[in-house]
């Protein structure tokens, strides 16, 4: 069963648009949210962590975490050609001390002029 | 702003021989970690690291590698006899505490095994 769950794309969005990116997790106890954004060849960039239930915004960006449904979302804004990257959902699930994170195998998304 | 740093950038070897890569984690963070990320595959965890013992590791992080904190700002990881299947892009990350609180990566070591 994988844990983190992510839609491959490519997500294709116009300039401007609204990007909408989806992740689902698999054990319940799973308690704090991030995501990531990868360009190629470079390392995860943390965009946002969310860690309770409802929305949090941050500039063009909204994450949404609804624990019942073990969802967590991230809306792009105003959608930029620099925003093409493949974005990451990642998942910490306390179980061990050691703050592993677990992640999802990411969205591609493109961001058309 | 303060930033993980990892070092090489690149690293060539041959198979059974021994690598180190380094890194140095945000000055105030206290959590270190490794992961790796074989090309078009998941970030993995490896290990994490807190108070100069491994507090967590993964199925991966087998008896061939290892981990230390030589001195107050390096972290490395150590694998001891490379195999091919460890090429990889290999991520140092540091976090300030350690439940739910975020982990920001380094740029990366990309280590290749002939």
């Known amino acids: 069963q994988k844990e983190v769950e992510q839609n491959s794309g490519p997500l294709s969005v116009p300039e401007g648009a609204i990007a909408s990116l989806n992740c689902t997790y698999s054990?319940?106890?799973?308690?704090?949210f991030f995501w990531y954004r990868q360009y190629s060849g470079k390392s995860p960039e943390l965009i946002m962590s969310?860690?309770?239930?409802g929305d949090k915004e941050d500039g063009r960006f909204t994450a949404q975490l609804n624990k019942a449904s073990q969802y967590v979302s991230l809306l792009i804004r105003d959608s930029q050609p620099s925003d093409s990257a493949t974005y990451l959902c990642?998942?910490?699930?306390?179980?061990?001390?050691?703050?592993?994170?677990?992640f999802g195998g990411g969205t591609r998304v493109l961001v058309k002029p | 702003e303060p930033e993980v740093t990892q070092t090489p950038s690149h690293q060539v070897t041959q198979m059974g021989q021994e690598v180190i890569l380094r890194c140095v984690p945000i000055?105030?963070?206290?959590?270190f970690y490794w992961y790796r990320q074989i090309l078009g595959q998941k970030v993995e965890f490896l290990v994490s690291?807190?108070?100069?013992?491994?507090?967590?590791k993964s199925e991966i992080f087998d008896d061939q590698f290892s981990v230390e904190r030589p001195d107050g700002s390096n972290f490395t990881l150590k694998i001891r006899s490379t195999k091919l299947e460890d090429s990889a892009m290999y991520f140092c990350?540091?976090?300030?505490?350690?439940?739910?609180?975020?982990?920001?990566f380094g740029p990366g070591t990309r280590l290749t095994v002939t």
């Open positions: 990642a998942v910490n699930t306390p179980k061990a001390a050691g703050n592993k994170l677990t």
């Open positions: 000055s105030n963070h206290l959590y």
């Open positions: 690291f807190y108070n100069n013992e491994i507090s967590e």
């Open positions: 990350a540091s976090s300030e505490t350690g439940t739910a609180h975020e982990q920001y």
């Open positions: 969310i860690y309770s239930n």
């Open positions: 054990d319940r106890v799973s308690q704090s």
